[in-house]
C-alpha cells in the first residue's frame, strides 16, 4: 500500500498529491509516470511523474477528475492508501544541451507534465521558454513554479480572463515569425493542443515532442492498448514513449481511439456518483 502523504485542490478540477513511494522516487525522471490502482477492484490509470523527493521518499502528481477513478481518487486525503503504484514507467526525456532556445509549451494539467522536463532542461544550461495555456483565470496552475526558473513566461487563456487571449499556438505563433532561435519545442496538454502546436511547427521544421495520453492498461507492451501511429508505424505509448516526434504522429487516429469509451466511461462515473451521494460533476464530463 502506498500512503498518501500530502492532498491539495489547486483548481476546481485539478488536485496535487504527494505520495509516499520511495524506489520510484530514487529512480524516476523527467518524462516518466507511474500507473495507479486504487483498491484491488479499480482500473489501471497512467499519471505522470510531476516532482519527487528521493530523501523523504515521495512523489507528486496532479490528477485532474474527468473519469470515475480521477473523481474517486479526488476524494482520498492525507492518510488514506493507494494499492498499487507502478514506476517509474517510460522512457526519460532525453535532455542535452542545445544551440537553440528551448520552448516547453503545456496545455492544462499538461502543465505539471512539462514542468519537470522544462526545469531540467535549464538545469542542463538551455534557454527555457515557456506558454501555459487554461480555458480560464480559475484553472491556471503551476505559473509561480515556471516563473521560479524559466527565462520567459506566457500565460493564455481561451476566454481571456487572464494573461493573453487565445491558445499556445496564438502565442508560438508570433515567436516563430520573430524567426527566434528555437533548437526544440516539447508539447504536452489535450492531443487536439498537441496537433495544433505540430501542425503550425512543421512550416518551420522545427523539432516538436509531445507527450501521448493514449488509453493505456498494463504499460509493460504486453496489452497493445495504447498503440499509437508514428511515422507509419504501430508503437506502444508505454514501452516506445511517451514521448514521440510530433511531426510523424498520425493524431487523427489517436483521437478517434482516446474517444473510443466516452459512453462507457460517462455511465461508469454517474453510477459511482449515485453510489457515493455525490452529485459534483467533473469538468469535462460534460462532454464524455
Known amino acids: ?79 488514506d492508501e493507494i494499492a498499487d503504484v507502478i514506476g517509474p514507467l517510460g522512457n526519460p526525456t532525453p535532455i542535452e544541451k542545445l544551440d537553440g532556445e528551448v520552448f516547453a509549451i503545456a496545455g492544462g494539467v499538461g502543465s505539471a507534465e512539462v514542468l519537470p522536463i522544462a526545469r531540467k532542461h535549464k538545469e542542463a544550461g538551455n534557454k527555457v521558454i515557456a506558454i501555459l495555456g487554461y480555458r480560464s483565470k480559475d484553472i491556471v496552475i503551476l505559473e509561480e513554479e515556471f516563473r521560479s526558473f524559466a527565462d520567459e513566461v506566457y500565460v493564455t487563456t481561451d476566454d481571456g480572463s487572464y494573461g493573453r487571449e487565445g491558445f499556445v499556438t496564438t502565442e508560438l505563433a508570433d515567436h516563430l515569425e520573430k524567426g527566434r532561435p528555437i533548437a526544440e519545442i516539447i508539447a504536452v496538454g489535450p492531443a487536439i493542443m498537441m496537433k495544433a502546436v505540430c501542425d503550425l511547427t512543421r512550416h518551420y521544421n522545427i523539432k516538436t515532442m509531445v507527450s501521448l495520453n493514449s488509453i493505456m492498461i498494463d504499460a509493460t507492451g504486453m496489452c497493445g492498448v495504447c498503440r499509437v501511429e508514428v511515422g507509419g508505424e504501430t508503437r506502444y505509448a508505454c514501452v516506445h514513449g511517451p514521448e514521440f516526434d510530433g511531426h510523424k504522429v498520425n493524431f487523427d487516429l489517436l483521437l478517434k481511439r482516446l474517444a473510443s469509451f466516452k ?12 453510489a457515493v451521494g455525490d452529485e459534483h460533476t467533473p469538468w469535462g464530463a460534460q462532454d464524455a
Request: aromatic share 8%.
Open 1 to 79: 500500500m502506498f500512503r498518501i502523504v500530502e492532498r491539495q485542490r489547486v483548481n476546481p478540477e485539478v488536485n496535487r498529491f504527494v505520495i509516499e513511494a520511495s524506489i520510484i522516487a530514487q529512480k524516476r525522471e523527467p518524462g516518466q509516470f507511474v500507473v495507479f490502482r486504487l483498491h484491488e477492484k479499480g482500473e489501471r490509470i497512467p499519471i505522470t511523474i510531476a516532482d519527487a523527493d528521493a530523501q523523504a521518499g515521495t512523489i507528486t502528481v496532479y490528477v485532474q477528475e474527468l473519469g470515475k477513478t480521477t473523481f474517486e481518487m479526488g476524494r482520498m486525503n492525507a492518510g
Open 263 to 274: 459512453e462507457e466511461e460517462k455511465i461508469s462515473l454517474e453510477r459511482y456518483q449515485a
